[in-house]
């Protein structure tokens, strides 16, 4: 589930006075007649699909609280520290979707984070991403979403409060923080890194989740890619500072995004699983591979995996501890009766559909956020590799149990010092989940 970008709808208002408000002032762009699904030929609204699927439009824009809404039409709610934002309905309905936008006033969105009628939207709209993606690619998405059939949905009102609620001061935002336009080709890399910089950056936009942001809901320019929270899970770094024994190689990313696992990692599961499922999924293989080139020199790989067959012979070590002869330490024995059956990997390397705990991000992050939401949520077969799953503990484990089993796998598992606070951490997760029927395994 795509929500996130919590603080990103502070726009401040960091200028007075006339020549500000012409900047921030924008016209309405007149109405259409809305276009015939006919004027769109086939091939463009597939390609258009493909390219919603790859920038998670439907993840945001349908309603998932209370009853699920129609796919596309909006009043998706995004939970922020100032209140909630409602995404809007962008089904081609003319009185409640964007039925008679024309392809210019789309392109202004997109680019601009301006609506049709001038007003200014948020940054919970990750427009700072979209605005990079090539007249062509924002055109294809216009032909897909106007053949969609039109759906009357009338969006919440948010309830973000004064003065956050003042959408003129988002122009300020925007002053500081777009950076408009396609992003240019960097003659000094080759066609597949610029391909990956192209999705990465502009419609796949990952470092909306993984880049930290500042104080006014901006990514830090100064910590692309460095990890951050969101939606109650660590997004974890895509840099050096990933802070797993095995180095993230193009190989492991490729598998990552493209099966939802890789093994000498982990899976995709809670926010990484519709982007891996629901978008890249979608997306043509040498896209996905051109991603994980990009990535791997931004965490400068090639550099790096020397150290990787030592840490994999660290790993498969650790993997077994405790859990041949007697087990006298009763959170070793806790381990060993709720986990070790399916994680615990004789080596020399983990098994496929078997993560390898101590080479997982869920025990290396500097908080257990990961770990807890895995071991209270499960795994469902929608996230991760689809042939596997993993049971929900939320009924059986206590937040003391959660607790201790965290602490012994931290520090039986990894070389880093301990996590603090750790039941009240683990108390902290469970409150944001739902509570699972009892006896779910998913
Ligand atoms: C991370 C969540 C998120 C994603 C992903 C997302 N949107 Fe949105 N979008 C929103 C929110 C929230 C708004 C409303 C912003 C506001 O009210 O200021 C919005 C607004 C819009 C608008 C303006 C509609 C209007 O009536 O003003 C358009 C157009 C739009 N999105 C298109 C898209 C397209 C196309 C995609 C996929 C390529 C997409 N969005 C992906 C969250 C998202
Ligand atoms: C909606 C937020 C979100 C977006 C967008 C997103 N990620 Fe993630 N990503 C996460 C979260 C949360 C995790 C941790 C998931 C887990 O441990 O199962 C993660 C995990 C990962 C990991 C594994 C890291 C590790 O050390 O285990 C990789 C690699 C990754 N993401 C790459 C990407 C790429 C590439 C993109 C863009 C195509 C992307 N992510 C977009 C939230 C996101
Ligand atoms: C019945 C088998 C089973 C049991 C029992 C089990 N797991 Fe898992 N676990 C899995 C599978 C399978 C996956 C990978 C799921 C996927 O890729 O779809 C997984 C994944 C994980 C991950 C990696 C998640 C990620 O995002 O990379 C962690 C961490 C984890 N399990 C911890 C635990 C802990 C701790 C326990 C004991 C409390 C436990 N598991 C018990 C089967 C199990």
């Given at each position: 589930m795509i929500k996130r970008i919590a603080a990103a709808i502070v726009g401040i208002g960091v200028a007075g006075g006339v020549g500000f408000l012409a900047y921030a002032w924008y016209p309405a762009i007149a109405p259409v007649a809305p276009p015939p699904?006919?004027?769109?030929s086939a091939a463009q609204v597939e390609r258009g699909r493909v390219l919603a699927a790859g920038g998670y439009c439907a993840e945001c824009h349908t309603r998932t609280d209370g009853k699920r809404g129609v796919e596309l039409a909006g009043d998706y709610k995004m939970d922020t520290p100032f209140g909630a934002i409602f995404s809007s309905n962008i089904t081609p309905d003319p009185e409640t979707g964007?039925?008679?936008?024309?392809e210019a006033a789309f392109k202004r969105a997109m680019r601009?984070?301006?609506?049709?009628?001038g007003t200014q939207l948020f940054p919970a709209f990750p427009f700072d991403h979209f605005t990079h993606m090539t007249d062509q690619d924002i055109d294809d998405v216009y032909a897909f979403l106007m053949t969609r059939e039109p759906v009357h949905s009338v969006k919440r009102d948010n309830t973000v409060g004064f003065p956050f609620n003042i959408r003129l001061e988002q122009a300020g935002w925007k002053l500081l923080f777009l950076h408009e336009g396609p992003l240019k080709n960097d003659p000094s890399q080759d066609a597949e890194w610029n391909r990956g910089a192209y999705l990465a950056e502009g419609?796949?936009?990952?470092?909306?989740?993984h880049t930290p942001r500042n104080l006014m809901g901006a990514e830090k320019a100064s910590a692309p890619y460095d990890g951050a929270p969101v939606d109650n899970w660590i997004a974890p770094p895509l840099n050096e500072h990933n802070p797993t024994p095995v180095v993230w190689t193009e190989d492991e990313y490729f598998k990552y995004l493209r099966f939802g696992s890789a093994p000498l990692h982990g899976s995709a599961a809670g926010p990484m699983s519709p982007v891996v499922h629901g978008g890249l999924s979608e997306m043509p293989e040498s896209d996905v591979h051109a991603i994980a080139h990009y990535l791997a020199q931004i965490d400068h790989s090639a550099t790096r995996v020397s150290q990787d067959p030592k840490a994999i012979a660290w790993a498969m070590q650790a993997s077994m501890k405790d859990l041949v002869g007697p087990q006298v330490n009763p959170n070793a024995k806790l381990y060993a009766g709720a986990?070790?059956?399916?994680?615990a990997n004789a080596g020399p390397q983990p098994v496929e559909g078997r993560p390898d705990l101590a080479l997982n991000n869920a025990l290396w992050l500097d908080e257990p956020t990961n770990l807890f939401q895995v071991i209270l949520r499960g795994i469902g077969t929608t996230e991760g590799i689809s042939t596997v799953s993993m049971p929900s503990f939320y009924h059986s484990f206590s937040d003391a149990d959660l607790a201790r089993l965290a602490a012994y796998l931290r520090a039986t598992r990894t070389t880093l010092p301990p996590w603090t606070d750790l039941e009240k951490k683990a108390g902290e997760v469970r409150k944001t989940l739902p509570v699972p029927p009892v006896a779910s395994s998913h």
């Amino acid at each position: 589930m795509i929500k996130r970008i919590a603080a990103a709808i502070v726009g401040i208002g960091v200028a007075g006075g006339v020549g500000f408000l012409a900047y921030a002032w924008y016209p309405a762009i007149a109405p259409v007649a809305p276009p015939p699904p006919s004027s769109f030929s086939a091939a463009q609204v597939e390609r258009g699909r493909v390219l919603a699927a790859g920038g998670y439009c439907a993840e945001c824009h349908t309603r998932t609280d209370g009853k699920r809404g129609v796919e596309l039409a909006g009043d998706y709610k995004m939970d922020t520290p100032f209140g909630a934002i409602f995404s809007s309905n962008i089904t081609p309905d003319p009185e409640t979707g964007i039925g008679r936008w024309s392809e210019a006033a789309f392109k202004r969105a997109m680019r601009k984070g301006i609506s049709r009628d001038g007003t200014q939207l948020f940054p919970a709209f990750p427009f700072d991403h979209f605005t990079h993606m090539t007249d062509q690619d924002i055109d294809d998405v216009y032909a897909f979403l106007m053949t969609r059939e039109p759906v009357h949905s009338v969006k919440r009102d948010n309830t973000v409060g004064f003065p956050f609620n003042i959408r003129l001061e988002q122009a300020g935002w925007k002053l500081l923080f777009l950076h408009e336009g396609p992003l240019k080709n960097d003659p000094s890399q080759d066609a597949e890194w610029n391909r990956g910089a192209y999705l990465a950056e502009g419609l796949s936009h990952c470092s909306a989740c993984h880049t930290p942001r500042n104080l006014m809901g901006a990514e830090k320019a100064s910590a692309p890619y460095d990890g951050a929270p969101v939606d109650n899970w660590i997004a974890p770094p895509l840099n050096e500072h990933n802070p797993t024994p095995v180095v993230w190689t193009e190989d492991e990313y490729f598998k990552y995004l493209r099966f939802g696992s890789a093994p000498l990692h982990g899976s995709a599961a809670g926010p990484m699983s519709p982007v891996v499922h629901g978008g890249l999924s979608e997306m043509p293989e040498s896209d996905v591979h051109a991603i994980a080139h990009y990535l791997a020199q931004i965490d400068h790989s090639a550099t790096r995996v020397s150290q990787d067959p030592k840490a994999i012979a660290w790993a498969m070590q650790a993997s077994m501890k405790d859990l041949v002869g007697p087990q006298v330490n009763p959170n070793a024995k806790l381990y060993a009766g709720a986990c070790a059956a399916c994680h615990a990997n004789a080596g020399p390397q983990p098994v496929e559909g078997r993560p390898d705990l101590a080479l997982n991000n869920a025990l290396w992050l500097d908080e257990p956020t990961n770990l807890f939401q895995v071991i209270l949520r499960g795994i469902g077969t929608t996230e991760g590799i689809s042939t596997v799953s993993m049971p929900s503990f939320y009924h059986s484990f206590s937040d003391a149990d959660l607790a201790r089993l965290a602490a012994y796998l931290r520090a039986t598992r990894t070389t880093l010092p301990p996590w603090t606070d750790l039941e009240k951490k683990a108390g902290e997760v469970r409150k944001t989940l739902p509570v699972p029927p009892v006896a779910s395994s998913h």
